[in-house]
């Protein structure tokens, strides 16, 4: 038992050490005896653990959006919090989100992406969420779903994925509390106006007879 946490406990630093190495360099700069280094064990131990570099990257992002699955069904119910919830969530992440960045701009293999049923699975229980809000009255019936979560992602990730924006029109880092501060006034501005932009949506719909019984405007169920 000893010997299998202390083999537990070597993964989870080697898994660690990984994040930090492809976040700053990606999967094809990151080396394996920077990460062993980095979590202070042998490139031979990181190999027994994991077998291959890009067997330790899966495991990564394969983490990474079984965490983002979960953290769907904790979703708030209105668009405002859902707005702010994405963006907290994205801000405690930013390894991650330097991880897709690097990702992205890699195009040697389009075709082989990394966690490719995971990122299915949780792109799919998005879409059904979202479409279910929009069935409940939540989000105008108008809406392309798919745009809107788009836009929610990017509303979020998007001053955190390019820092050097921010400081030319803000003048502050994205890692600044002063920056997340005014982004979240402003998400929650934002999450405001969409939830009431559904709710008059809705009352135009009820003046044509097309009322949604016992759903609140705005929430996202």
């Known amino acids: 038992m000893a010997q299998q946490r202390d083999l537990e406990r070597t993964r989870e630093k080697i898994l660690a050490a990984a994040t930090v190495e492809f976040a ?59 707005l702010l919830h994405i963006f907290d969530k994205s801000t405690d992440d930013l390894d991650f989100v330097r991880m897709l960045e690097w990702e992205a701009l890699d195009s ?12 299915r699975a949780l792109f799919s229980k998005a879409m059904k969420k979202f479409g279910a809000a929009q069935r409940a009255g939540a989000i105008a019936a108008d809406v392309d779903v798919r745009h809107l979560f788009i836009s929610f992602i990017a509303c979020a990730v998007f001053p955190l994925a390019f820092p050097q924006m921010m ?22 501005w934002l999450g405001r106006k969409l939830g009431s932009a559904t709710g008059h949506a809705d009352r135009r719909a009820s003046a044509n007879g097309n009322r949604r019984i016992g759903h609140q405007a705005g929430e996202l169920r």
Do not use: W
């Open 167 to 188: 400081r030319l029109v803000t003048g502050l880092e994205p890692s600044d509390p002063r920056f997340r501060r005014s982004r979240r006034e402003f998400l929650s």
């Open 108 to 119: 040697s293999s389009p075709t082989k992406t990394v966690a490719a049923e995971e990122r």
């Open 24 to 82: 700053a360099h990606g999967f094809a700069g990151a080396r394996v005896d920077a990460i062993a280094r980095r979590a202070r064990v042998n490139k031979q131990m990181l190999y027994y653990c994991f077998g291959a570099k890009r067997e330790l990257y899966h495991e990564i992002l394969r983490r990474k959006f079984a965490e983002r699955t979960a953290f769907l069904d904790s979703l708030p119910a209105t668009v405002e919090e859902a």
